[in-house]
């Protein structure tokens, strides 16, 4: 734990040396600049100044000025552009890499026989500027055609693979990366998910989540101490059975907790987020978010029972209410049962009355079979007549 802490303090302390650092070499570089650029002035400008010296410092505050305010946007754009590789997916990081290859080399040969063309002196800063304004143009638009018809370069890696194909024509969609929350690992149920390929895609784990996990692990309450070491001991057992296919996230998001950087990290890759915790889900159904709640997972799969069904049930135990038992479907939904106290260990035949659907599962109503009076039963014994004594 003092580990992860000492790697959490010093990443920042590095990004700052670098932000500095750029910014001195900003500054030092234009300010010499300017007081070197005094010598390059023409000699008409230098006969009306009288105080060169005074021309040179002046000179070079601007270079400084000018410095300051480039070294400032270029620490922004690092900033920005380290943000976009880290939470970047690779395929669309390799794509928009060749693109931009693709794209400088097409604007380098076409401006090979250019470069050869001899032209006057009057017009030879043309030759830079087409070299720059070319490099720009094909470097951007190799870019962005890479970002929108990236997936078509899976022909050219893999064209015999049916899927490279559905995926290039766009029939197919490519599985994205799914998020663990720090609940579901905990809870265990996404080994048996993966086991029967219902996850597709890279399962992605981010850092604060293992530094969560070992939080717990460390805790002095057995409990958490407990959850914790099963969690981190469910992704030892991930890593050892899917291998590179578990991808940890080492992108350092701003947030108050855990939850607040998984809905981020969500958000920057488009990965779907896996949980158990119903309320994180609700906060990324409202963020417009891809997720994943095991709850409502479990809730879908299970079978659907109708009022009136008939079911043999087992009772196991006394209910919260007078007279009522409670016994357990085999997919573990809960039955509580009308008239059934007394019947503990016994099957007894259940009608189902009801269903209550909750956020943690559904609960199942219903009433003994041997309790219902029969419809006519109560009219037989009106017309009942008395025997003759």
């Not at 794209?103 to 017009?123: D, K, T």
């Not at 963020?287 to 095991?294: G, H, Q």
């Not at 009801?354 to 009219?379: C, H, W, Y």
Request: proline share 4%; net charge neutral.
């Amino acid at each position: 734990m003092d580990h992860a802490a000492t790697i959490w303090k010093e990443e920042p302390t590095i990004e700052l040396m670098v932000d500095s650092l750029l910014l001195v070499i900003f500054l030092i570089s234009t300010a010499a600049t300017g007081w070197l650029g005094a010598d390059l002035l023409p000699n008409e400008l230098f006969g009306k100044t009288t105080n060169i010296q005074q021309l040179r410092i002046i000179m070079t505050a601007l270079g400084g000025l000018i410095g300051l305010t480039a070294g400032l946007f270029f620490q922004q754009l690092r900033r920005r552009l380290l943000q976009q590789v880290r939470t970047m997916p690779t395929d669309l990081l390799v794509s928009r890499a060749v693109g931009l290859i693709l794209g400088l080399l097409v604007a380098n040969l076409l401006l090979a026989p250019i470069l050869l063309l001899p032209l006057p002196w009057e017009v030879i800063l043309l030759k830079p500027l087409a070299a720059v304004l070319s490099n720009i143009f094909f470097g951007v638009l190799g870019y962005n055609l890479a970002e929108v018809h990236g997936r078509t370069l899976l022909r050219l890696f893999n064209p015999n693979s049916t899927e490279a194909l559905l995926v290039a024509e766009g029939i197919l969609t490519p599985a994205s990366a799914k998020i663990l929350d720090t609940s579901v690992i905990i809870d265990g149920r996404i080994h048996g998910l993966l086991d029967c390929g219902l996850l597709e895609g890279q399962v992605m784990v981010a850092q604060t989540v293992i530094n969560e996990l070992q939080q717990l692990a460390d805790s002095n309450n057995s409990e958490k101490r407990t959850r914790g070491r099963r969690g981190l001991k469910l992704l030892a057992s991930l890593r050892e059975t899917y291998g590179r296919r578990l991808v940890i996230n080492s992108t350092k998001y701003e947030g108050s907790g855990t939850d607040d950087r998984l809905l981020k990290l969500a958000d920057d890759t488009g990965g779907t987020l896996i949980t158990a915790d119903y309320n994180l889900a609700q906060i990324a159904h409202v963020k417009e978010l891809k997720v994943l709640n095991l709850s409502d997972l479990v809730i879908a799969l299970r079978p659907d029972v109708q009022p009136g069904e008939k079911l043999n049930l087992k009772i196991v135990r006394e209910g919260k209410e007078d007279s009522q038992g409670v016994g357990y479907l085999d997919d573990g939904t809960m039955v509580v049962v009308e008239g059934a106290q007394n019947s503990i260990g016994e099957r007894l035949p259940v009608v189902v009355t009801g269903a209550l659907q909750t956020s943690t599962g559904r609960m199942i109503f219903g009433k003994s079979e041997k309790d219902q009076v029969p419809p006519n039963f109560n009219k037989s014994i009106k017309h009942q007549r008395p025997s003759p004594s």
